[in-house]
């Protein structure tokens, strides 16, 4: 009996566990991000010229209620479950992987000579996770595009056809573990690395906290990159961040735009891979996998079990 109480305290602990990103400032739905989105949504909007009123623009009742668009509703929840059970208990793990790395460091090099003080170990920290982590997403997702076991997991991410900004929570759960645990190797692996080139003791709670780079980021339209405004960067500054319209492109049907602006921060990883897609590119674009594709992955439950079908007819069609 404890058992199964265990287990219904973490599904209503995950059902929970979302709401609270409203208020988490690493979150692109934070309110106050969601806030800065929609006054730059405004600016979008009166340089268009729109027609309608900016209620109506934003709330478009096409968007917010299709379909696709409770997809992603049910993904958020779900997911929410699938962090608390399956995730949390890996992601609990990365200090303790980043104190044997230092451990391994020491036996094997010996005690550093060149040490740092906290402020500069938390700066060198903060800009090599904000690179390093960036190429990592790049690279994940690059592989996600191009190996066809991940690309059927990826495809539901891809299968929305309207974009709102729950949207970045419709991943496949095998494709959220795999970016976790991606992401808390490289953490575990920065932490041992400079924790090595420090004389005191950085405490977890250090490396935890909120770096100007992220907020930056979040609070410059990142919750518009799943949405239909169309907000775009300086030509110019898109060669080397990717604008919220950019990441829009990467959810295009045209097969022009498929496995192009891959990055999550930076664009300077797909201008140099050559996968960069600028905004004065392109004008008009529609989302989802196309026509072929839709009926697939029209429901929640053909989303999760999709990959798992597509692959077994692969593997039997092999033999």
């Known amino acids: 009996m404890k058992i199964l109480a265990d287990v219904w305290d973490d599904i209503m602990q995950g059902l929970l566990e979302p709401l609270y990103y409203f208020n988490d400032p ?5 309110y106050f991000y969601l806030i800065s989105s929609l006054l730059l949504a405004y600016y979008v909007y009166y340089k268009a010229k729109e027609k309608i009123p900016f209620y109506k623009y934003i709330f478009n009742k096409k968007i917010w209620l299709s379909k696709s668009a409770f997809i992603d509703y049910k993904y958020f929840f779900f997911n929410g479950i699938i962090k608390i059970v399956l995730i949390a208990p890996l992601v609990n793990t990365w200090w303790y992987l980043g104190v044997s790395i230092n451990d391994w460091m020491e036996e094997s090099f010996g005690f550093s000579k060149t040490l740092l003080s906290e402020n500069e170990l938390i700066i060198y920290y903060t800009l090599t996770l904000v690179v390093l982590s960036d190429l990592l997403i790049y690279l994940i997702h690059l592989a996600m595009h191009k190996i066809p076991f991940l690309w059927e997991f990826h495809k539901i ?10 949207t970045q929570y419709r991943l496949h759960p095998v494709e959220l573990i795999v970016n976790n645990i991606a992401l808390v190797l490289l953490s575990s692996f920065l932490v041992g690395f400079f924790d090595y080139y420090y004389a005191g003791s950085v405490k977890a709670a250090t490396y935890l906290e909120v770096n100007i780079f992220v907020v930056l980021f979040l609070f410059w339209g990142s919750s518009l990159r799943h949405s239909h405004v169309k907000l775009k960067y300086f030509h110019f500054l898109e060669r080397f961040l990717l604008s919220p319209f950019q990441h829009q492109l990467h959810h295009s049907d045209n097969p022009a735009h498929f496995d192009k602006n891959m990055g999550s921060k ?9 996968t960069l897609v600028r905004s004065a590119q392109v004008s008009k674009i529609k989302f989802g996998l196309g026509k072929n594709e839709e009926k697939n992955y029209n429901s929640f439950f053909k989303t999760l079990y999709m990959p798992f079908k597509n692959i077994g007819r692969f593997l039997i069609g092999k033999k």
């Open 266 to 274: 930076l664009a300077i990883w797909d201008w140099i891979f050559g």
């Open 157 to 166: 991410h891809h299968s929305a056809t309207t974009l709102n900004p729950i």
């Open 26 to 30: 690493e979150k692109r739905i934070n």
